[in-house]
C-alpha cells in the first residue's frame, strides 16, 4: 500500500535528461524504477532545448520539458550516448542545462553520461565509473577523476555514477534503498521483476568465458548454498552436492559466476548481513550466526571491506530511511 503521508508530502522531483544520440532503454530506466516506488518520486524528462532528440535507434523521442524544469529537481539523472558522440567539451547549450541544477540536487549519470559530468568538471578529485569499454579514453580525457571502470556503481555523495545499460537499474535501485530503506526497493524491484540487490562493487561483466554448451551447472548448488549460509560450507561441501571434483567446481563455478566459490560466499553472506541490519533489531553477533560469520568481528571486518562502514552505521543510515 502506498504511504498515506505522501498525501501531505511533496514527493521527490527525478529530472532525466536526454541527450542527443541517447540510448532508449536507459532513458526508460529512471521511470520505471522510480515511478514504482509508491509515489516517493516523480519523473520528468527534459532536453537541453525542449525539443525532441534522436536515439541511437531508429526513432526520436519527444519530450514535455525543457531546461527550466532541472532547476527545480532534487535528482538529476543523465543519460548515456553513444561513445563516438561523447565530445571532449561540452556543448554549450548541455553546459548551460547542467548550470540550471540546484546546488543541493543529487546527480546521477548512467554509462557514458558520466564523460557528461567530468566535462562539467563535477567530478574532479571524485570517485566515479562509467562503461570498461572506454574507460581508457576517460582516463585521458579527466585524469583528475578518480575513474574505478571494475565496479557496477559509485555513491560519491551528492553525486553517483553507474557503468552501463543494466547497472543503471542497480543504481537507481540503490538511491530507493537509501532514501526508503530495502523494503520498498525490494518491492520495487519484485515489481519490475529485476534482482534487488546487485553491491555496486561487484565487478562488470568483463569478458566472462560462456560456460561449455551441455556442462553441468552450479546454479543448483547455488540455490542450496543460499539455504545453509549459516552453516559453515567448505569447498568440498559445494562439490560434494554439485557432484563434482574440486577442481572442476571451482573451474565451472567460476565460469559461471565469475568468482571463486568463498568470495561468491562471502558476497552471499554480506548481503544477507545488510538484509538483517536494514530490517531488524538483532544484536550484530546474532546476524553474523544468522549468515555463517564465526563472529560479529568477522562480519564487522567483510562489511568495512566490501562498503566501507561498520554495522552500526550501515544499520543507522537505513533506520533514518525507515
Known amino acids: 500500500m502506498p504511504d498515506m503521508q505522501l498525501l501531505t508530502r511533496r514527493p521527490e522531483r527525478v529530472v532525466v535528461l536526454a541527450l542527443d544520440g541517447v540510448y532508449p532503454f536507459e532513458l526508460g530506466i529512471p521511470s520505471r524504477i522510480f515511478g514504482a516506488a509508491d509515489g516517493h518520486y516523480e519523473v520528468l524528462t527534459c532536453t537541453v532545448d525542449g525539443r525532441p532528440v534522436r536515439t541511437n535507434a531508429d526513432f526520436t523521442i519527444g519530450v514535455a520539458h525543457g531546461p527550466e524544469i532541472l532547476e527545480t529537481a532534487d535528482t538529476v539523472v543523465v543519460t548515456s550516448v553513444p561513445p563516438a558522440r561523447l565530445p571532449a567539451e561540452l556543448p554549450d547549450e548541455v553546459a548551460a542545462a547542467l548550470a540550471r541544477i540546484p546546488a543541493e540536487a ?5 554509462c557514458t553520461a558520466a564523460f557528461v559530468l567530468a566535462a ?40 553517483l555514477t553507474s557503468a552501463g545499460a543494466a547497472s543503471g537499474v542497480d543504481i537507481c535501485l540503490h538511491i530507493v ?101 536494514e530490517s531488524s533489531d538483532l544484536p550484530v553477533d546474532r546476524i553474523a550466526a544468522e549468515v555463517g560469520f564465526a563472529t560479529g568481528a568477522s562480519l564487522r571486518q567483510h562489511l568495512h571491506a566490501t562498503i566501507g562502514v561498520s554495522p552500526q552505521t550501515y544499520r543507522r543510515t537505513f533506520q533514518r530511511a525507515r
Open 106 to 110: 543529487r546527480i546521477v549519470s548512467i
Open 177 to 277: 534503498r537509501t532514501d526508503h530503506g530495502s523494503e520498498l526497493a525490494n518491492a520495487v524491484a519484485r515489481r519490475c521483476v529485476v534482482p534487488p540487490f546487485r553491491d555496486g562493487g561487484q565487478a562488470q561483466y568483463i569478458e566472462q568465458p560462456v560456460p561449455v554448451s551441455g556442462a553441468a551447472s552450479t546454479a543448483g548448488t547455488r540455490a542450496w548454498a543460499m539455504e545453509r549460509l549459516s552453516d559453515p560450507l567448505t569447498l568440498a561441501d559445494l562439490a560434494g552436492h554439485a557432484r563434482m571434483s574440486l577442481r572442476t567446481f571451482a573451474r565451472r563455478f567460476n565460469d559461471e559466476v565469475g568468482l571463486s566459490p568463498g568470495r561468491w560466499l562471502i558476497q552471499q553472506r554480506v548481503a544477507r548481513a545488510r538484509h538483517l541490519l
Open 120 to 159: 562539467a568538471g563535477l567530478l574532479d578529485g571524485r570517485r566515479a565509473t562509467t562503461h570498461w569499454q572506454v574507460a581508457d579514453l576517460f582516463r585521458r580525457r579527466y585524469p583528475r577523476v578518480d575513474l574505478d571502470p571494475d565496479v557496477l556503481f559509485v555513491d560519491d555523495g551528492r553525486i
